[in-house]
């Protein structure tokens, strides 16, 4: 009998900046979707952003999905592996990247968990507690999306 790999799925972002809180509201859909599920191998977790001290959270895992909110010019989200990298760390909002994250857990801890992204386009930033409507149609669809990817994952 084959073991279910242990996962982290991490959003991060601020929900007080409208489309920042795609990550938290994710993790929010996320949670009645694991209770509801019979995977008990899921860890969910959210924070305004990544910090250095997540490297050694995600050492306790196999598996590990970052999901976050992206001002870049993708269609409803994208889904892309991350790569170590001691890229430097400036300090701005969100200042710490995935990537650099896996990297200082592989250092550190000798670990490299298959780690993804799932980003989410956002379109509003201002200061208001409330999605807009196209970013809920981008969480729907990416809601659906990584299901759909993390049934598969576990049923093989």
């Known amino acids: 009998m084959n ?15 409208q489309d920042d809180g795609l990550g938290a509201a994710f993790i929010d859909r996320m949670e009645q979707w694991v209770e509801n599920s019979a995977f008990k191998n899921i860890t969910l977790d ?18 590990v999905y970052f999901v976050d909110a992206s001002i870049e010019p993708i ?6 592996k991350v790569e170590p990298s001691d890229a430097k760390v400036e ?3 969100h200042a710490v990247s995935p990537s650099f994250v896996l990297d200082l857990c592989q250092k550190l801890f000798s670990k490299t968990p298959d780690t993804w992204l799932l980003h989410l386009k956002g379109y509003h930033w201002e200061f208001e507690e409330k999605l807009s409507e196209e970013a809920k149609t981008n969480l729907e669809a990416a809601l659906e999306f990584f299901q759909q990817h993390l049934i598969k994952k576990l049923n093989n």
């Open 46 to 63: 959210t924070n305004y952003q990544l910090n250095i001290e997540d490297a050694e959270q995600i050492a306790a895992y196999d598996l």
């Open 75 to 80: 269609e409803q989200f994208s889904f892309t």
């Open 3 to 17: 073991q279910k790999p242990s996962i982290l799925i991490f959003g991060y972002g601020n929900p007080g900046r």
């Open 91 to 93: 300090f701005t909002m």
